[in-house]
């Protein structure tokens, strides 16, 4: 990844820059608690840096580099223009007046994901709704938005969208349950539009659309949504979101992730095939 590949925002800056770090901490043989000590800070600071969590100062990394035996100047220049990178705003913060912090930091984990998974009950999933129906469900709020805000949360929603246009790099795999289809939100004619939108979603080769049937009966996500995310550099580890109703889950102990993994994987293997999903949507429509 370099900083110009498209979704590398400052989330996925973060990650590729703390994987470099961990990368040259560990060939020197340094532990965590060494390299937290020569920035005046834990190894579970150092943790949290390597695993792009939370921000860099450019001092630190500079410390860290002197540490690591990086003494060129070119390569110590390159690292540092890409702290500065990471620092910058992502572009969802010019929505951050309308959003939850707890769902700002999923925008970043989404921007910097190579692949997600997600499970949904209630609704289509946000990437894949269109916009008059994703105005219909934050229409739903409790309270329910003002018009200006509901305008820049529906025009916020469209934006995250870009994703599954990074075809070869970003992978969207979804498993919705049939009640979200068959529930009219917005009413029939917005639901119409919003399943043959589906339909058409589904000729991309970085998407596919499966449906939990209601004739399956019970299943191994009785628990509700759930989506897990995957990145670009396979030693960081796969990361689990829960919503919650005024909250969030952030899971990735590999017990964790391993749980809801399976989950997805039953899921998948019990929901339709890519053909059975389009005759299955082709007869909602028809009801609709």
């Known amino acids: 990844m370099t900083p110009e590949q498209a979704g590398s925002g400052p989330t996925a800056l973060r990650i590729l ?4 770090l961990r990368k040259l ?5 340094i532990s965590r608690d060494e390299a937290g000590y020569q920035i005046r800070a834990s190894g579970s600071k150092i943790s949290r840096l390597e695993l792009g969590r939370v921000g860099f100062k450019e001092r630190d990394v500079e410390d860290l580099l002197t540490l690591y035996g990086v003494d060129d100047r070119e390569a110590r220049d390159a690292m ?28 970043g984990l989404e921007e910097a994901a190579s692949r997600i998974r997600t499970y949904e009950v209630q609704f289509i999933p946000g990437l894949l709704q269109t916009e008059r129906y994703a105005r219909a469900v934050i229409s739903m709020g409790n309270p329910v938005p003002p018009p200006d805000e509901l305008e820049r949360r529906v025009r916020m929603r469209m ?7 990074r075809e070869g790099e970003f992978i969207f795999w979804a498993v919705i349950d049939e009640a979200a289809l ?28 499966q449906v939990m049937p209601f004739e399956f009966g019970g299943h191994s996500a009785e628990g509700g949504a759930f989506s897990i995310l995957r990145f670009p550099d396979r030693e960081l580890p796969d990361v689990v979101y829960v919503e919650q109703l005024a909250s969030a889950l952030y899971l990735d102990k ?20 890519p053909g059975q999903t389009a005759a299955l949507l082709n007869k909602i429509i028809a009801d609709f």
């Open 25 to 29: 901490r560990e060939e020197k043989g």
């Open 17 to 20: 820059l703390g994987s470099q």
């Open 254 to 273: 590999r017990e964790d992730v391993d749980r809801y993994s399976e989950a997805m994987e039953r899921l998948c293997a019990d929901s339709t095939t």
């Open 182 to 209: 068959r529930r009219p939100i917005g009413g029939k004619e917005v639901m119409r539009e919003q399943l043959e939108h589906l339909m058409a979603l589904m000729d991309r080769p970085n998407i596919t659309i």
């Open 159 to 165: 934006t995250r969208q870009a994703a599954l246009r």
């Open 80 to 107: 540092l223009s890409l702290v500065r990178q990471a620092n910058e705003p992502g572009w969802w913060h010019k929505f951050s007046d309308v959003l939850p912090s707890w769902f700002q930091a999923y925008i």
